[in-house]
């Protein structure tokens, strides 16, 4: 019985493999074997960050527009598969608020008011998966993280006091600047479409996270080459 | 036990005679594609599908009786290489002439990354610290 089993099984193996089509086939190499397996790329675009802003009781979520520029190097590890590196900065992104402010003597409180100017700074580590073999235009999807710090500089204006003489107590303007940093998961994705055997130009989307949901989003164009 | 035997005996006689089938539609089609290929002028471009899964384009060399040498079509050159007929799925031949779905799509989306590339420029130009 035994030794039935083990020819039937031994027939099957031998019959099925070797007529297999997977194991006869060979595939047709689509990339030379000294393909440039690095890139370096700079891009610009529009970095877009959501904002909870605070006027006095009332609280509500904005959105922050900024320029964008990065610069990127990506290295091949497998067919499809790419490394990419970047570090990218933004413009300021601007937006206003006010807080109440009491004071001493008098019955209502006054309003100082906050003009924000929000630049991010940041750099991230991503895997790409690059469709395609040694196109000319390559779509790619991308999941990483970066490490993203907020300089939110605020200059804050005091609305004039009146004195008990009537004459205007104008406050000098103060500035400070507070910074945040942070670690979130980026997906993204995009093309890069080559006008020569090694440059292109490339253009992609990127959405970062944290436990709310979405904090901000970019959209960023650039040209760059493999070596 | 009886009845395990007949299974057993049923399995090793299907596989047996399924990849034997197999074999022959296999070999049926390598005879088509030979044809085909005998039939077409050297030089004339292809989209070539394999049994593998791979796609691409590419050059006829030179046919011979087991295989049809082809120059694949990419953007870093790649050396000649030589193609089973057994392992081709399909040969259509490419026609030239006007702009194909993909390069105007292509084309569509290069000309509003590059006029989005412009404008940001623009626009942080504009923007001010």
Known sequence: MNRLTCCAITAVVVALFPASPAMAQRAISLVPPDSPRWDVAGSAGWLGQTRTRSNGPFVDDIWLNAGAVAGSIGFQWAPHLKLTGDIATS??????????????????????????????TAASGSVAYQFFDNRWVHPFVAAGVEIAQEHDRIESILQPILGPDGRADVPIPSIETRTTTAVRPTLGGGFKFYVAERAFVSTDVRFSFDRSGLVSSSWRSGVGFDF | MRVFRRVLVLVVVCALIVPATGVAQTSNDANVWRAFVEKVPIGTELNVRLRNGQRFRATIVQPSADAVTVLPKTRLPVPVQSVAYEEIVSLERRQHGGISGGKAA????????????????????????
């Open chain 1, 91 to 120: 413009s300021n992104g601007r937006f206003y608020t006010y807080e109440p402010v009491t004071v001493p003597g008098r019955p209502a409180p006054i309003y100082r008011s906050l003009e924000h100017g929000v630049r991010t």
């Open chain 2, 106 to 129: 292509a084309i569509g989306v290069a000309s509003g990354a590059g006029g989005f590339f412009g404008a940001m420029l623009i626009l942080l130009a504009l923007v001010g610290d």
